[in-house]
């Protein structure tokens, strides 16, 4: 599979599916529906719950995704987010065809992380050849940006130069983010530094691309920070506009934290420099990477809109006050016979003088959602699908199934969360994945010796749901590929503290994991919260940001509170407890039945070698660790034969 071949041809249609809605886990009583329609992925479900008011619709609206991170297929297991991009293919495309009856511009954007979440994006070689080529089906994005997990593997980062770069020409900008090109030996950046343009009304518009100051990238490509960029000649040309060029408004996307108070985040380094020229042309931020649903209020012409991750959500973004006094804006004051944005950005303070109104909206990701704002609640199938977005459709499943990744190795007997339950709880994720590294981290040589296997939690990105482990969820659980290294008998008297020292003094290898920023990273499925860092995003005030989490009742998700308050969700959910997670865990075999063992095995995942020799002290360098099991055997492989040895009670039928 890893040397899957670029398919030629567009490939077979679904195969007949079944269909379960008894609640978000699956059928309570493992009875299967038929479906009769063609729509979503084979064994898909679609929500019980939706919107119940129309989106706000001004002179320029724009649909937002970020983080898709290979979740083209959607959640199969999940109600809330079981459309596949086939489906968004569809909504995208009504969408257009409603802002142009309208007389509006609706702008489709993306701000990266394609890769590390699901086989559809992690199977191939490289990563994303498959996944990227379903991407570029919906063709009609105005802008894109590249995202940090595009750059930590030079194979990857080439891809992104040499294939996605190129499709998307103009529309692809990085703004701060260069490659060497092997053929000149010099840097180059991997797309556009900026974008200057005019929608179909008028709207003179300068966008650039900017991905947070990164540092944990291949020695193939280079991130310059935002510091430098905004002193470049190029941005500074840009920004002075001249007679010729004038700027209505400035787009800023990025693979970056929206609101900028959040740590990380570098977009109030660009908005300074704009404004600095420009006190009051609108700035209008798209963010990304911390995997929440956020919107920031800047200054009373200037907004930021951040839309989750994993195609859970995709964002609303609408705006007015557009005339022929501050651009050069043609179309209609505002569009007649649907709800329009009424929202000041500022609106306590006497001195607001901004024309521009508001709207923000979070769009749960299933075909609900989509019918409901494409061609209205209760419509048939036949009313909504397009034959493009059911060729997309067609095309995933295939994919799917020529990739091998429904293939079913073992029924789990519960779902596992993340952060729902205490760490340590029967239910944490982190239990069963304890037992996994003991018991399927194992060294033929070395399999009688006491061990310790540490793994990062950040390396753990979604949930574990009752009924079929399949290929696929070995990825989606555990995307990375990290080579388990050990340092062989260890004094107990070192090791024996090492877990509680690592998280004492937390991840240094988790600039490669979760949030890559060390910033609060808050999350939800339909059942319970996954990946990331959870908690509150904050904007240093002590004011709560991002999603709150209470009691689980009907319709758990996100729950989000922003700078416009707690009406963004588009469909109501009720909140999902969060519990904090340790940066470290780790499984123990062969520790006798009382006390501790002399001497232990170290065994840990690569990228923490440098924390771990630290933590050691000086009698231990590089020179002691070595790969444990092979160095092809890596925090991918380990899922799959605990599961087949462990979950077989069920099979082979083993329902959603």
Same mark, same amino acid.
């Given at each position: 599979?890893?040397?899957?071949? %670029? ?57 937002? &995704?970020?983080? &898709? ?20 293919? #569809? ?17 489709? /954007? ?5 890769? *590390? ?9 490289? *990563? ?31 891809? &992104? ?15 701060? %983010? ?34 947070? *100051? ?137 001195? #607001? ?21 494409? /061609? ?31 293939? /079913?190795?073992?029924? /789990? ?11 340590? *709880? ?96 808050? !999350? ?23 999603? &709150? ?50 001497? !232990? ?41 605990? !599961? ?13």
């Amino acid at each position: 599979m890893k040397n899957l071949q %670029v398919l030629s041809s567009v490939l077979a249609a679904a195969l007949p599916v079944t269909l379960g809605c008894d609640s978000c886990y699956g059928p309570i009583n493992h009875i299967e529906h038929v479906r009769h329609v063609k729509r979503i992925q084979p064994g898909a479900q679609n929500a019980d719950c939706g919107p119940s008011r129309a989106l706000e619709w001004g002179q320029f609206n724009v649909l937002h &995704t970020t983080d &898709t991170h290979g979740w083209l297929a959607g959640h199969i297991k999940e109600k809330n987010y079981g459309a596949d991009l086939g489906d968004y293919v #569809t909504f995208a495309n009504h969408m257009k065809h409603k802002a142009g009856n309208m007389g509006v511009d609706l702008l489709i /954007v993306d701000t990266g992380d394609l890769h *590390d979440g699901t086989g559809l994006s992690d199977t191939t070689a490289p *990563d994303g050849e498959v996944a990227i080529k379903i991407f570029e089906e919906l063709d009609s994005y105005d802008l894109l940006t590249i995202g940090n997990h595009e750059l930590y593997v030079s194979d990857v980062a080439y891809q &992104t130069f040499s294939e996605f770069s190129r499709f998307w020409g103009d529309r692809y900008l990085t703004s701060n %983010v260069q490659i060497m090109n092997p053929a000149t030996g010099g840097y180059e950046y991997i797309g556009q530094t900026h974008r200057y343009f005019t929608t179909a009304h008028g709207l003179r518009i300068m966008a650039f691309g900017i991905l947070y *100051d990164f540092t944990g990238n291949s020695n193939a490509s280079k991130a310059i920070k935002a510091a430098t960029m905004v002193q470049q000649d190029w941005f500074l040309q840009a920004v002075n506009y001249d007679k010729d060029r004038p700027i209505d408004m400035f787009l800023l996307l990025g693979h970056n934290p929206a609101r900028p108070t959040t740590g990380g985040s570098t977009f109030k380094t660009v908005y300074n420099a704009i404004r600095k020229v420009h006190p009051n042309t609108p700035i209008q931020i798209f963010g990304g990477h911390t995997h929440i649903r956020d919107f920031a209020v800047l200054d009373q012409s200037s907004t930021s809109l951040e839309s989750g991750r994993y195609c859970e959500t995709l964002g609303w973004f609408s705006m007015s006050g557009f005339d022929s006094l501050n651009s050069g804006h043609t179309g209609v004051e505002n569009p007649r016979g649907v709800p329009n944005p009424t929202r000041k950005a500022i609106t306590n303070s006497s001195s #607001t003088t901004s024309p521009f109104v508001y709207s923000r909206r979070y769009l749960d990701w299933n075909r609900n959602t989509f019918v409901y704002h494409a /061609v209205g609640s209760g419509q048939a199938d036949a009313e909504f699908d397009y034959h493009s977005g059911l060729r997309v459709t067609d095309e995933i499943a295939a994919y799917r199934k020529q990739l091998n990744l429904g293939k /079913v190795y073992g029924c /789990v007997p519960q779902t596992y969360c993340m952060t729902c339950v205490p760490f340590g *709880d029967a239910s944490s994720i982190f239990t069963p994945l304890s037992d996994a590294l003991a018991t399927a981290v194992v060294s033929p040589a070395r399999e009688a010796r006491a061990r310790m296997v540490i793994a990062n939690t950040g390396g753990v990105r979604f949930d574990m749901y009752k009924g079929p482990f399949t290929y696929d969820d070995s990825f989606i659980v555990s995307p990375f590929r990290d080579v388990f290294l050990y340092i062989p008998d260890v004094p107990y008297s070192l090791a024996g503290g090492l877990l509680q020292k690592l998280n004492n003094a937390g991840a240094g290898g988790k600039k490669k994991r979760s949030n890559d920023l060390g910033a609060v990273e808050t !999350v939800d499925s339909c059942v319970n919260p996954i990946a990331g860092r959870g908690g509150q995003q904050g904007d240093g005030s002590g004011e709560k940001r991002g999603i &709150t989490r209470r009691q689980v009742v009907q319709n758990p998700g996100y729950t989000t509170v922003d700078d416009f308050g707690s009406d963004g969700d588009d469909t109501p959910h009720s909140s999902i407890p969060y519990y904090p997670i340790p940066d470290f865990f780790a499984g123990v075999a062969n520790y006798p039945e009382a006390g501790s063992p002399q001497v !232990v095995d170290v065994v840990f995942v690569d990228f923490i070698e440098s924390d771990v020799l630290a933590i050691l002290g000086s009698g231990y360098s590089k020179a002691n660790v070595t790969p444990y099991v092979s160095s092809n055997f890596t925090s991918q492989d380990y899922l799959i034969p605990y !599961v087949q040895a462990k979950w077989q009670a069920g099979m082979p039928n083993c329902p959603i």
